[in-house]
């Protein structure tokens, strides 16, 4: 067998296996080049540019432009600085009870005179649940402006304020409905004092609640609704006296308005998710049983009872709980949709 017959060597099959082809076309290309013949013209030469808005070619901008970028709405910085500033705190006033309306022997409470009279009570409860549903509207037809209403949301957001100021109005009008006997039971001004501070109310929480997505507020809104037809529901049902615990719901309210100081200044400094979670998933359950406690204020047929005259005190304590409690839910569920 001639060596012909036998496969090349290495050292045969070293050089090009075809012979350089004619007709003017370009050399292959070097390895590492994506192109043929070498870089083209403008191309750029290694080392290559190592900024990652160095630009690649000749002339070229740069891959992307210093911040702020156009139509950007918040200006650039460090992180966390730009985004909308958090809602504000809730109010933080535990309910108050005057000291007269727990003892049978003074005038507000009403464990015995008229309170037999079946037709006595159930008017004082009419009347009470009638002022409620119209503190209710009021502040659901503003909230639901806060919500929807764009313009007024973001004027809202925008003016602090006006915020606060609605506070202080809360606060004086609720001590003094709460510690003076001679407003809160002299019509007309107890129903004019009761109507300035549902609006001062219904601001707070149309405030808040335009922080939040409207699914939460209506996630939010629907929790609450349920849990006071519960709760109103079993007061009127059970043979549990919540009335009788006086020292408990005294401390419960110290306890909340203790927290409630401590939890606004801690992340008014740093925000703490789990502190801001707990102390709304205390406030949600602390309000629900003051509002079980409130209503069996109300229903007279327990130990302690609120006099058919104090109407504008029973609607206050028990819109405050209701006001309370969805305020809470709304920090639990919008913080963990987000």
């Known amino acids: 067998m001639s060596k012909s017959d036998y496969p090349p060597g290495y050292e045969d099959s070293s050089g090009p296996m075809y012979a350089p082809q004619g007709g003017g076309y370009p050399p292959p290309p070097a390895y590492g080049f994506p192109s043929y013949g070498g870089p083209q013209p403008g191309q750029a030469y290694p080392p290559y540019p190592s900024g990652p808005n160095t630009p690649l070619y000749p002339g070229q901008p740069a891959a992307y432009p210093s911040a702020p970028y156009p139509g950007q709405p918040h200006p650039a910085g460090p992180q966390g600085a730009g985004y909308p500033s958090p809602p504000p705190m809730p109010p933080i006033i535990p309910p108050t009870i005057p000291s007269g309306v727990m003892s049978s022997d003074e005038e507000f409470a009403a464990s015995d005179g008229n309170w037999d009279d079946l037709s006595v009570r159930h008017a004082f409860i009419r009347k009470v649940y009638v002022i409620l549903a119209c503190q209710l509207l009021l502040t659901t037809a503003i909230v639901a402006i806060f919500t929807f209403v764009d313009p007024v949301r973001v004027f809202v957001r925008r ?173 639990i569920i919008g913080a963990s949709s987000r």
């Open 159 to 331: 003016n602090p304020a006006v915020y606060w100021a609605s506070y202080a109005v809360y606060v004086v009008l609720h001590l003094v409905l709460v510690c003076c006997k001679g407003p809160r039971r002299k019509f007309p001004w107890n129903i004019i004092l009761l109507l300035l501070f549902t609006l001062a109310l219904s601001y707070m929480t149309g405030t808040i609640s335009s922080y939040y997505d409207t699914k939460a507020v209506f996630l939010a809104l629907g929790i609450t609704a349920v849990v006071c037809i519960a709760v109103t529901i079993f007061c009127f049902q059970t043979k549990v006296d919540f009335t009788k615990c006086r020292g408990l719901f005294c401390v419960l309210s110290i306890v909340m308005l203790v927290t409630g100081i401590i939890t606004a200044i801690v992340l008014s400094f740093k925000y703490i998710y789990w502190l801001h979670m707990l102390y709304a998933a205390m406030g949600a359950i602390a309000f629900t049983m003051f509002l079980a406690y409130h209503t069996q204020l109300l229903i007279g047929n327990r130990k302690y009872s609120i006099s058919p005259e104090e109407y504008v005190f029973a609607a206050l304590s028990i819109y405050v709980d209701i006001v309370q409690i969805f305020l809470f839910l709304l920090q």
